[in-house]
């Protein structure tokens, strides 16, 4: 595996070069601070971008020119990372030694800046055909959360927490900020993205990297220099008293979120230790405190597992069951927290999180995404390496655990309360 | 040790039958760390009566799955998850209509997981504590598909589609078929099914298969089965008639889904093996409903509809289409997909640039490690066998074998069911 970049003025290529999977994949990021008015009208953008262009207008036309291109996928995808907004171009396609087109290399590579250079615009105006078609798709999407009993009870949390945190921001925006959305303003945001954001690509997979950039910089007239730096981390007001809110729903189960702050974590806690942590409490799968505690000693549910939100120094549980359990589930939640405080963790439990972490990551190393994902953060955020961080695991003692775990406070509860059978 | 050659792919699987009768199937990827072991039982949620000798047994709904998550259970004080991940084995298991599967990845300790993952499995420890314990989690499950619209939404249409069939029925079982289920229940399906002769085992990515069929033949070796009782599984004649034409039906959606399923006999299709069925339809399908086609392209473009798939499966001896959209206009929909049934087409433009692209790209089937054990189990259990002629199979598609499949796809026995949204919701 070799790892090179390549500075091309107002944009670097980052690439990995490894024999190890038969297709590539290729990530063109353009990064900004998260603003919360715009985040409707970058969703989206980044649909109308990677759906319809200039020379592809209609879905069907795309479709038709992917499968010329040996089933090649391209889609957009905003993602939210603490204070900052990516807007990701993935391009996924079979790698070149296995066809025997000549010019396949470089007609798969044009096709996404095809799409960011040249959009569907007429007048500084999105094609209206198009934009009504995504449009009214996005506006299912957002009344459609509904459909999901986990996903609302979720984004109900995280507002009920603070709606002014980003961490609680929505990528679609509200059904009200996308109606106010015109094709003439979503031209603007195109405007501002190109101009504004700092660009970067990443691309994994087999090829010759030399002659992969210098295909991007003939398809890619990107002129504009951008080096700001973007913070990434939210930090989320503490709460003095806890907030348990209840709604109705007419659900069968009942959901139950449940906000921890972590404050003050230093680099190498952040990065290694609270994993550890969260392995042994709640996201070690079946044998995590959490789950034996809520599934295995008290039959209360199916499953139970605590998420950290690095980037917004966070901790989040979510739990489907049966409405009389909701309370003694956070009794029970606590109460596990409160045993880790107290060290009531084996040694043993302790190395076998670690193993079972380190493993993780060799499975990581066996996926190009996720090779992928680790240099993309290693490169945001200096996240060590996963050689690197296997080592950091091993060094990681009881009380490094112990520590962490101190540093959670309760925030928010949300109980989404089911009607029973 | 048997190689089979995967023709057009320079891939291999390696076969293997111990002494017990389980076969071993094999891929090897030497690029990769980790890799994937499946044991599969032919058992799964569908099969509920059955017969040994002259002796009939019927058990409850959802006792395929029951068992998967009781077989987790080692002793008294310990569970398969607390010993994989002392070893740094990643486990799990799930059950489907047609079969029950337990998994484990590893990247280390390959053969320890390897020895573990057939102890487990072949360890007959059920009590009647450790029943009712699970019956608690299992109901919370399946309430959790019932709030789940799209599940709803899928066994509301199988229900309209199959009368008897018992692919109607959820696989984990609804919350009463779960109360029913005891002890002499599960032992039986155990004592009926888990045996080596009824079930196999795949392993994907970087080991030494001939080192690994060596384990198997050991740790086997030392353990005691009983001759295989060759239990036979009764179905239920599925009439030809839909069970309903038409129903709407309110569920937690925040916008109308429109399910519009044909049910079409096997036995229209003469000298089609299944699984060539399936890829003819499955690309008829694609060129008539997919992105690229017009009637997908003018239902979204006049804002008929948002969404817009197709489907299909093999339901006893049914093929069973399903095209699914989302639509304010349901009325309008209906009416067109009727019509685009009558007068189906395919042009020798779409199939020659679909099955270019799909042949060029069958390589990747072979990448993965868990997409291929996902391969092999559907070989085995729908075809009975390795299928090594694939490309072949693709490469001899033409618009004649098309049109011969395709004139038997008609709008003679449809089912169409309409998901509205609860009268609470509002958009």
């Given at each position: 595996?070799k790892?090179?970049?390549?500075?091309?003025?107002s944009?670097?290529?980052?690439?990995?070069?490894?024999?190890k999977f038969?297709?590539?994949?290729?990530?063109i990021?353009?990064?900004?601070?998260v603003?919360?008015?715009?985040?409707a009208k970058?969703?989206?953008?980044?649909?109308m971008l990677?759906?319809?262009?200039?020379k592809?207008?209609?879905r069907?036309?795309?479709?038709?020119?992917?499968e010329?291109l040996y089933?090649?996928?391209?889609?957009?995808?905003?993602i939210?990372?603490?204070?900052m907004?990516?807007?990701?171009?993935?391009?996924?396609?079979?790698?070149?030694?296995?066809?025997?087109?000549k010019?396949?290399?470089?007609?798969?590579i044009?096709l996404?800046?095809?799409?960011?250079?040249r959009?569907?615009?007429?007048?500084?105006?999105?094609?209206?055909?198009?934009?009504n078609?995504?449009?009214?798709?996005?506006i299912?999407?957002?009344?459609?959360?509904?459909?999901n009993?986990?996903k609302?009870?979720?984004?109900?949390?995280f507002?009920?927490?603070d709606k002014?945190?980003p961490s609680s921001y929505s990528?679609?925006?509200?059904?009200?900020?996308?109606?106010?959305i015109?094709?003439?303003?979503?031209?603007?945001m195109?405007?501002?993205?190109?101009?504004n954001?700092?660009c970067?690509?990443?691309i994994?997979?087999?090829?010759?990297m030399?002659?992969?950039?210098s295909?991007?910089?003939?398809?890619?007239?990107?002129r504009?220099i951008?080096?700001?730096?973007?913070?990434?981390?939210?930090n989320?007001?503490?709460?003095?008293?806890?907030l348990?809110?209840?709604?109705k729903?007419?659900?069968?189960?009942a959901?139950?979120?449940?906000?921890?702050?972590i404050n003050n974590?230093t680099?190498?806690e952040?990065?290694i230790?609270?994993?550890v942590?969260?392995?042994i409490?709640?996201?070690g799968?079946?044998t995590?405190k959490?789950?034996?505690?809520?599934?295995?000693e008290?039959s209360?549910?199916?499953?139970?597992?605590s998420?950290?939100?690095?980037?917004?120094?966070?901790?989040?549980i979510?739990?489907s069951?049966?409405n009389?359990n909701?309370?003694?589930a956070?009794?029970l939640?606590?109460?596990?927290?409160?045993?880790?405080?107290?060290?009531?963790?084996?040694e043993?439990?302790?190395?076998?999180?670690?193993?079972?972490?380190?493993?993780?990551?060799d499975?990581?190393?066996?996926?190009n995404?996720?090779?992928?994902?680790?240099?993309?953060?290693?490169?945001?955020?200096?996240?060590?390496?996963i050689?690197e961080?296997k080592?950091?695991y091993k060094k990681?003692t009881?009380?490094?655990?112990i520590?962490v775990?101190?540093?959670?406070?309760?925030?928010t509860?949300?109980?989404l309360e089911?009607?029973?059978e | 040790?048997k190689?089979?050659a995967?023709?057009?792919l320079d891939?291999?699987?390696?076969?293997?039958?111990?002494?017990?009768?389980?076969?071993?199937?094999?891929?090897v990827?030497?690029?990769?760390?980790?890799?994937?072991?499946t044991?599969?039982?032919k058992?799964?949620?569908?099969h509920?009566?059955?017969k040994v000798g002259?002796?009939t047994?019927?058990?409850?709904n959802?006792?395929?799955?029951?068992?998967?998550?009781?077989?987790f259970n080692i002793?008294?004080?310990s569970t398969?998850?607390?010993?994989?991940?002392?070893?740094?084995?990643d486990?799990?298991?799930?059950?489907?209509?047609?079969?029950?599967s337990?998994?484990?990845f590893?990247?280390?300790?390959?053969?320890?997981?390897?020895?573990?993952?057939?102890?487990?499995?072949?360890?007959p420890?059920?009590t009647?504590?450790?029943?009712?314990?699970e019956?608690?989690?299992?109901i919370e499950?399946?309430?959790?598909?019932?709030d789940?619209?799209?599940?709803?939404i899928?066994?509301?249409n199988?229900?309209?589609?199959?009368q008897?069939?018992?692919?109607?029925?959820?696989?984990?079982?609804?919350?009463?078929d779960?109360?029913?289920?005891?002890l002499?229940?599960?032992?039986?399906?155990?004592?009926?099914?888990?045996?080596?002769?009824?079930?196999?085992?795949?392993?994907?990515?970087?080991?030494?298969?001939?080192?690994?069929?060596?384990?198997?033949?050991?740790?086997?070796s030392?353990?005691e089965?009983?001759?295989?009782?060759?239990p036979?599984i009764?179905?239920e004649?599925?009439?030809?008639?839909?069970?309903?034409e038409?129903?709407?039906?309110?569920?937690?959606?925040?916008y109308p889904k429109?399910?519009?399923s044909?049910?079409?006999?096997l036995?229209?299709f003469?000298?089609?093996?299944n699984?060539d069925?399936?890829i003819?339809?499955?690309?008829?399908?694609?060129?008539?409903f997919?992105?690229?086609?017009?009637?997908y392209?003018?239902?979204?473009?006049k804002e008929?509809?948002t969404?817009?798939?197709?489907?299909l499966?093999?339901?006893?001896?049914?093929?069973?289409?399903?095209?699914?959209?989302?639509?304010?206009?349901?009325?309008e929909v209906?009416?067109?997909?009727k019509?685009?049934?009558?007068?189906l087409?395919?042009?020798?433009?779409?199939?020659?640039?679909?099955?270019n692209?799909?042949?060029?790209t069958l390589?990747?089937?072979?990448?993965?490690?868990?997409?291929?054990?996902?391969?092999i189990?559907d070989?085995?259990?729908?075809?009975?066998?390795?299928?090594?002629?694939?490309?072949?199979?693709i490469?001899?598609?033409?618009?004649?074998i098309?049109n011969n499949?395709?004139?038997?796809?008609?709008?003679?026995?449809?089912s169409?069911?309409?998901?509205?949204?609860?009268?609470?919701?509002?958009?």
């Amino acid at each position: 595996m070799k790892i090179k970049t390549y500075k091309c003025n107002s944009f670097n290529v980052h690439t990995i070069k490894t024999d190890k999977f038969k297709t590539t994949h290729m990530e063109i990021m353009f990064r900004c601070p998260v603003v919360k008015e715009d985040l409707a009208k970058q969703t989206f953008l980044i649909d109308m971008l990677s759906e319809t262009s200039k020379k592809y207008p209609k879905r069907k036309d795309l479709i038709i020119k992917f499968e010329e291109l040996y089933k090649t996928s391209l889609y957009g995808s905003n993602i939210k990372t603490g204070q900052m907004l990516i807007m990701n171009f993935i391009t996924d396609f079979i790698n070149p030694n296995f066809i025997t087109d000549k010019n396949y290399l470089e007609e798969v590579i044009k096709l996404p800046f095809e799409l960011i250079e040249r959009p569907n615009v007429v007048n500084e105006e999105f094609d209206l055909k198009q934009f009504n078609i995504i449009k009214e798709r996005l506006i299912k999407e957002i009344n459609s959360i509904s459909d999901n009993p986990f996903k609302l009870c979720m984004k109900k949390a995280f507002e009920a927490m603070d709606k002014d945190s980003p961490s609680s921001y929505s990528l679609y925006g509200t059904v009200d900020e996308l109606k106010s959305i015109t094709p003439a303003s979503l031209y603007k945001m195109y405007k501002q993205m190109l101009k504004n954001s700092v660009c970067d690509i990443f691309i994994i997979g087999n090829l010759d990297m030399d002659e992969a950039v210098s295909l991007i910089k003939k398809h890619f007239k990107y002129r504009y220099i951008n080096n700001n730096q973007i913070p990434l981390y939210v930090n989320n007001k503490i709460k003095k008293k806890e907030l348990i809110i209840n709604e109705k729903s007419d659900n069968i189960q009942a959901n139950m979120t449940v906000i921890y702050n972590i404050n003050n974590l230093t680099d190498n806690e952040k990065h290694i230790v609270f994993q550890v942590f969260n392995y042994i409490f709640g996201n070690g799968g079946l044998t995590s405190k959490l789950y034996q505690k809520i599934r295995e000693e008290n039959s209360l549910c199916y499953s139970i597992s605590s998420m950290y939100m690095k980037y917004d120094n966070l901790l989040a549980i979510h739990v489907s069951l049966d409405n009389n359990n909701t309370k003694k589930a956070l009794t029970l939640i606590k109460k596990c927290l409160k045993e880790m405080n107290e060290g009531k963790f084996s040694e043993e439990e302790l190395n076998d999180a670690k193993m079972n972490i380190c493993m993780s990551l060799d499975f990581a190393c066996d996926n190009n995404v996720s090779l992928l994902n680790n240099y993309v953060f290693n490169y945001f955020d200096n996240f060590p390496m996963i050689d690197e961080r296997k080592e950091m695991y091993k060094k990681v003692t009881r009380e490094d655990v112990i520590n962490v775990s101190k540093k959670l406070k309760l925030n928010t509860v949300f109980i989404l309360e089911g009607k029973g059978e | 040790m048997k190689e089979i050659a995967l023709e057009g792919l320079d891939e291999k699987i390696y076969e293997y039958t111990t002494k017990t009768g389980l076969k071993i199937y094999m891929w090897v990827n030497e690029k990769v760390n980790s890799c994937l072991m499946t044991l599969s039982v032919k058992y799964g949620s569908i099969h509920t009566k059955f017969k040994v000798g002259k002796k009939t047994y019927e058990v409850p709904n959802g006792v395929a799955h029951f068992l998967e998550h009781i077989k987790f259970n080692i002793n008294e004080n310990s569970t398969a998850h607390d010993e994989f991940y002392k070893i740094g084995g990643d486990a799990n298991a799930f059950t489907t209509f047609k079969w029950t599967s337990y998994i484990v990845f590893a990247t280390g300790n390959k053969n320890e997981n390897l020895n573990l993952l057939l102890d487990y499995v072949y360890n007959p420890y059920f009590t009647k504590k450790m029943i009712n314990k699970e019956k608690g989690i299992i109901i919370e499950e399946a309430n959790m598909s019932n709030d789940d619209p799209y599940s709803l939404i899928f066994y509301n249409n199988l229900k309209a589609v199959l009368q008897k069939s018992k692919y109607r029925n959820l696989i984990t079982g609804e919350v009463e078929d779960i109360k029913e289920i005891e002890l002499d229940d599960i032992k039986n399906v155990y004592d009926s099914f888990y045996h080596p002769k009824n079930m196999f085992l795949i392993i994907t990515g970087n080991f030494n298969p001939y080192e690994m069929a060596k384990i198997t033949e050991e740790n086997l070796s030392k353990k005691e089965f009983k001759e295989y009782i060759e239990p036979v599984i009764i179905d239920e004649t599925e009439p030809k008639k839909v069970t309903v034409e038409y129903s709407e039906t309110n569920v937690n959606v925040s916008y109308p889904k429109i399910k519009y399923s044909l049910k079409i006999p096997l036995n229209k299709f003469k000298n089609i093996e299944n699984l060539d069925l399936k890829i003819l339809v499955r690309l008829i399908l694609n060129i008539n409903f997919g992105p690229t086609s017009d009637f997908y392209t003018e239902l979204i473009e006049k804002e008929l509809a948002t969404s817009l798939s197709s489907n299909l499966d093999i339901y006893e001896d049914y093929l069973v289409i399903t095209i699914s959209a989302t639509t304010n206009y349901k009325d309008e929909v209906i009416k067109r997909l009727k019509e685009k049934i009558d007068m189906l087409e395919i042009s020798e433009k779409d199939i020659i640039r679909k099955k270019n692209a799909t042949l060029a790209t069958l390589i990747l089937d072979y990448d993965d490690i868990e997409t291929v054990s996902m391969k092999i189990q559907d070989d085995i259990i729908n075809e009975g066998k390795i299928i090594t002629d694939l490309k072949e199979r693709i490469s001899n598609i033409d618009k004649d074998i098309l049109n011969n499949v395709l004139k038997n796809i008609t709008n003679d026995n449809v089912s169409v069911n309409v998901f509205m949204p609860n009268k609470n919701q509002d958009n």
